[in-house]
């Protein structure tokens, strides 16, 4: 299958923050006013990205509008910086690098203190460079199953209206024996590859999974396997480069030449949306992002309106999102009171349901040898310059190869019993394609190399596919750099907690009996009392080398299971998969946006990005941005009367 290159000169500039004394964003044909720090222009649509998930689906909506219509001007405005041929962001080995200290290519939205997490303060990080969490992801290709879709309950939505929105979006490079040709695309913008891999690591992994009993299927991604592991693809082109929104759908029309109908205006925050006294948004408030902003000067804040003539979408993700129309005067009308903003539609739903993926790390030691991992370069043993090099082609490996959907036996469910039976009864016992837990290999350790001894090691990620615990996010204040309110919810539900410690012990069955195994690493692994048959192992070489009797499972005393629990409580975090705080919901049932993602009570206002699914998905979270997005852009374009699409 053919490559398509994305690679051109940038001939048509992306705006970017100009060195003035008023120190705002400005594209060159708008006309600013220094003395008061305030511009006005005016555009068709104006989409408000840049944060989070939002940030992807903002640039797959602007470039498929802008292509449709080249009379029809669009801007794209995003809080990060711009992320062309940025080898951070191309290269698919320094995923990591975006969350170091320092990082701007991330935002940090931090939660106030959960008794759950036993006091913590849980952190979300969230993109914040164009393309937003589609240009720092870990590049994972997972797909929503299609009973997910169809848990939206809403019309145009279902999995049968989205196949061909999934197909339309990629282009597909992993055809193989047992993939079904007609679940995939081949002629879209984001390129599916399984380009450079740990073979050994991954066919052993393989080899004990299904000498357990596990099933490996060809394709996890059809919307309907469910119940083992695959050898995962990858967002990742066959050259090797990441395959972000921006770089697949924006920056070939900005380099093309032939669009100048799409504008991007970089570093810049959407303080608000504008309404008219017949509540239809008609623009919107900007504000320099402070970030990228010299500190000297007169005013560090200057606003300024950007109009738009026929529709505003918000795009800010599930973080920013809902903290963006609470602040322009849609959500609840006591929160609104309370930042003292006038209530424009008392919608309650905002901020509300907020979902996301519990996500654990365990970390083992490991025999790999220096390329059967990404450790060298994650610690600093392997040079940047090295790293990069053209002839290295671990610069475009994300070290993950293995992935899965798993369920647990009937008998296991029996086992835990209490109310994870009650509700596995209600929602999968039936629906053999939901899955229960996500478990993910990677080859590395996910963490501060600093604080380990240098070595090769495996990560082994287990998250809840469908938590039911849930939090939210609102607004504190009337401007973009104000506080906010965040409770992630994470594990306010104890079934939540009891379905994280049945993954533990079962991933970590796996690994026990790999050839590579050498023992956990345990600076992120449970402490278990002294004396426990559970207790982590150092190991020379691998039980299953020891020529010894076969590797039997682990036995738990309900002391085990206390220490799983409060490692469990300690160190879950974000799996970067929020959503759900707009939610596609009739009004009356907590909904912030309809089946056109019209926002309830409002006229002109859209919402496009992972905060409208109103229930969750069992798969990393990309692939349905990208989703909403392709789906976003028809239903806008059929509105605006865009028919050749």
């Known amino acids: 299958m053919d490559d398509v290159s994305v690679e051109h000169p940038l001939d048509v500039p992306l705006i970017t923050k100009r ?81 170091a200290p320092g990082s701007k290519t991330a ?26 969490g589609s240009s720092i992801n870990f590049m994972l290709y997972t797909r929503a199953q299609g009973v997910d879709f169809d848990s939206w309950e809403t019309e145009g939505w279902y999995q049968d209206d989205m196949l061909p929105l999934l197909n339309k979006m990629e282009t597909y490079h992993c055809l193989r024996p047992g993939v079904d040709k007609s679940k995939h695309g081949y002629h879209g913008p984001i390129h599916i590859t399984k380009r450079f891999r740990e ?63 799409l504008h991007v205006l970089v570093e810049t925050l959407v303080q ?41 979408i918000s795009s800010c993700g599930p973080l920013g999102s809902p903290l963006l129309l609470e602040r322009s ?44 991992t990404i450790d060298g370069i994650l610690s600093g043993r392997v040079s940047l310059a090295d790293a990069l090099d053209e002839k290295n082609p671990m610069r475009t490996w994300n070290a993950g190869d293995v992935s899965s959907k798993l369920r647990p036996t009937q008998e296991e469910v029996d086992t835990i019993g209490g109310e994870l039976k009650q509700l596995w009864d209600r929602d999968f016992k ?59 919810g994470f594990l306010n539900r104890k079934l ?19 050839n590579y195994y050498r023992g956990e690493l345990p600076v992120s692994h449970p402490e278990f009392p002294s004396g426990s048959n559970a207790a982590l192992a150092d190991l020379a070489i691998s039980p299953n080398e020891m020529g010894t009797q076969a590797v039997k499972n682990l036995t738990y005393t309900k002391e085990d ?18 959503l759900g705080t707009c939610a596609m919901r009739p009004r009356e049932q907590g909904g912030v946006v309809d089946k056109k993602l019209n926002v309830h009570g409002v006229s002109n206002l859209k919402v496009a990005d992972l905060s409208i699914p109103p229930e969750n998905v069992g798969a990393n979270t990309y692939n349905t941005a990208l989703a909403i997005g392709e789906k976003a852009a028809l239903l806008i374009a059929a509105e605006l009367g865009i028919f050749e699409f």
């Open 329 to 372: 005067g849609i959500g609840g009308s006591q929160i609104l009171n309370e930042i003292g903003v006038s209530v424009v539609s008392d919608l309650p739903g905002v901020g509300e349901n907020l979902q996301d993926h519990h996500l654990l790390l365990y970390p083992y030691k490991t025999s790999l040898g220096p390329d059967q």
């Open 496 to 514: 939540d907690v009891d379905a994280l410690v049945w993954a533990y012990k079962r991933s970590r069955e796996i690994i026990r009996r790999t």
């Open 19 to 99: 060195e003035v004394k008023c120190q705002v964003n400005k594209p060159k044909n708008i006309n600013m006013v220094v003395a008061n720090y305030a511009y006005t222009d005016e555009y068709d649509v104006v989409i408000a990205g840049g944060i989070f998930q939002g940030g992807a689906t903002a640039c797959v909506v602007a470039g498929r509008l802008a292509a449709a219509d080249p009379s029809l001007s669009i801007l794209l405005i995003e809080s990060g910086k711009n992320s062309y041929n940025d080898p951070t962001v191309r290269n698919p080995v320094m995923l990591l690098s975006h969350l």
């Open 272 to 312: 608000k949306v504008i309404f008219d006294d017949q509540k239809r948004a008609i623009g919107v408030e900007i504000t320099p992002n402070p970030a990228f902003q010299a500190t000297i000067g007169l005013s560090q804040h200057p606003t300024g309106i950007v109009k738009a003539r026929k529709m505003v």
């Open 561 to 578: 299971d206390a220490a799983i629990e409060r490692h469990i409580r300690l160190n879950v975090n974000t799996t970067w998969h929020s």
């Open 430 to 488: 039936n629906q053999p394609s939901r899955p229960f837990m996500l478990c993910a290999l990677h080859n590395c350790y996910l963490g501060n190399h600093s604080t380990v001894p240098d070595g090769q090691y495996m990560t082994v990620a287990t998250y809840t596919a469908y938590p039911y615990s849930r939090g939210s996010i609102h607004a504190k204040g009337k401007t973009a750099s104000s506080p906010h309110d965040l409770d992630t």
């Open 199 to 261: 073979l050994e690591a991954e066919n052993e992994w393989m080899r004990v999974a299904k000498s357990m009993g596990e099933s490996e299927f060809a394709d996890l991604q059809d919307l309907q396997s469910c119940g083992g592991w695959s050898r995962w693809a990858r967002y990742v082109s066959p050259d090797g480069k990441r395959q972000d929104t921006a770089h697949c759908y924006v920056h070939p029309l900005l380099q093309g030449g032939n669009h100048p109908n």
């Open 107 to 132: 935002m940090f939205y931090k939660a106030k203190p959960s008794e759950h997490l036993l006091g913590r303060e849980a952190v979300i990080p969230a993109g914040n460079v164009l393309g937003g």
